[in-house]
């Protein structure tokens, strides 16, 4: 386990870290989560970076690949269905962890602002909210960099039942905090979706791979 930082929020009420990685990546043509960056795989960059914060590490991941992330010290908890995406991917992940507060990320985000983390964590150990996710200038919600309460549990075991797949659906169900991303982001937050997307990473940040 982690050591927490000497804060308020994360000595008294630890959380989790859930990191998505059930997707085909259809886009990118080959599994993103493993990419290179900065001399690691993505995802373990990922988990690096948030485990000072995180009294553990979850990977989510489909039970077909959750042999690929044996390399990794952390507990993979693998899908009951495929092909459900995101939203089963949060719930795998929220059932298996121990803390009721739990930081969700896909493992296509290889930057990760602390300071905007932590402005985050502030609306999060709380019961005035549920969910607290950031909101872009143009009104774009990003509920794969986000956190969840484990009190969302039964609304996304009700959505999948009905088929419901789209993360966003859960919102309305719950009070959610949006946080906006100062700047759009536009300094620190990348989606990895296509290698075009990750060559463009590479350049601007100017990691090694």
Known sequence: ???????????????????????????MEEDKSLLMVSGLRLIEKIARDLEPYSREIIISANRETMDRYSFLPFRVAADNEAGQGPLRGIL??????????????????????????????????TDQYDIVTPVTAEGKYEPL?????KRVIP??????EKGVRKVIELFPLHRVKYIPMEGDGRNWYYNLNTIEDYRRYIKDKGAFH
Do not use: W
């Open 1 to 27: 386990m982690a050591t927490i930082p000497n804060t308020d929020q994360t000595d008294q009420k630890p959380m989790s870290t859930i990191i998505l990685a059930g997707g085909r990546s259809l886009r």
């Open 145 to 149: 960099f986000a956190f969840y309460h």
């Open 155 to 160: 609304s996304i075991e009700t959505l999948l």
């Open 92 to 125: 795998t992940g929220l059932q298996a962890s121990l803390d009721p507060v739990n930081f969700v990320i896909a493992c296509d985000i290889p930057e990760i602002n602390i300071p905007f983390l932590q402005k985050m964590m502030t609306f999060t150990f």
